[in-house]
């Protein structure tokens, strides 16, 4: 089944404290991004990568770090986690350019951060 | 720079009843226009896009959308709601060589029996 998989589903932490959230597609598509969705502000892209080795910023990457060593996985490393990271967050993937191509969305990650 | 508007942040209808569900957008070219749901506790799932063409586009769960140039809106359309529509709407522009993508606030969409 094509899918996006991300893990973990749901994680609290503290302040501080190095996390990943992995993200995994396994339908050679070329494009990958992460979001993060809060209430009254939708989706909001943190990072973005068009293939290996070639990543981006969105529109709010402060606080975040990505790695694409490899097509398939994109994931979101957050170094010292705080507060105002508390979101839900999603990866999303699809062939070519993001603009004119449909994203595959994996079910989200839910982050607290105490 | 480009941006998507959903007026509308909550919306309640009767089960049965029509619902339009209103996406206004801000871009400088013909844009990619898409709406996309999200069932509570999932991922987001697409229902319908408008790249070129017929303005009137058929999508799934009976769902249809159209691309209004003039008053840059791609308002979302249903004849006859169901329980299992209960969920969040967003609707989304793309670039046609763009790398981002820019979604709206979302709508929220609560059916009554």
């Known amino acids: 089944e094509a899918q996006v998989t991300q893990n973990p589903r749901y994680l609290i932490t503290v302040t501080g404290k190095k996390l990943t959230v992995t993200c995994s597609q396994n339908?050679?598509?070329?494009?990958m991004s992460w979001y993060r969705q809060d209430p009254g502000l939708g989706l909001r892209q943190i990072y973005y990568?068009?293939?290996?080795?070639?990543?981006d910023k969105g529109d709010v990457p402060e606080g975040y770090k990505v790695s694409r060593k490899e097509k398939r996985n994109f994931p979101l490393i957050l170094e010292s986690p705080s507060p105002n990271q508390t979101s839900l967050y999603f990866c999303?993937?699809?062939?070519?350019?993001?603009?004119?191509?449909?994203?595959?969305f994996g079910a989200g990650s839910r982050l607290t951060v105490l | 720079a480009q941006s998507v508007t959903q007026p509308d942040i909550h919306i309640t209808v009767s089960e049965g009843a029509s619902l339009e569900l209103r996406c206004n957008y801000s871009y400088g070219a013909t844009p990619y226009l898409f709406w996309y749901v999200q069932s509570p506790g999932q991922g987001l799932q697409l229902l319908l896009k408008y790249f070129s063409g017929d303005t009137l586009v058929q999508g799934i769960k009976g769902f249809e959308a159209e691309f209004k140039r003039s008053q840059s809106s791609f308002n979302l359309r249903k004849p006859s709601v169901h329980w299992s529509d209960a969920a969040e709407y967003f609707c989304?522009?793309?670039?046609?060589?763009?790398?981002?993508?820019?979604f709206g606030t979302g709508t929220s969409l609560t059916v009554i029996p």
């Open positions: 339908m050679n598509h070329e494009y």
């Open positions: 999303a993937s699809s062939y070519g350019a993001a603009g004119a191509n449909v994203l595959t």
């Open positions: 989304a522009v793309g670039a046609i060589s763009g790398n981002q993508f820019y």
């Open positions: 990568s068009m293939n290996v080795e070639v990543t």
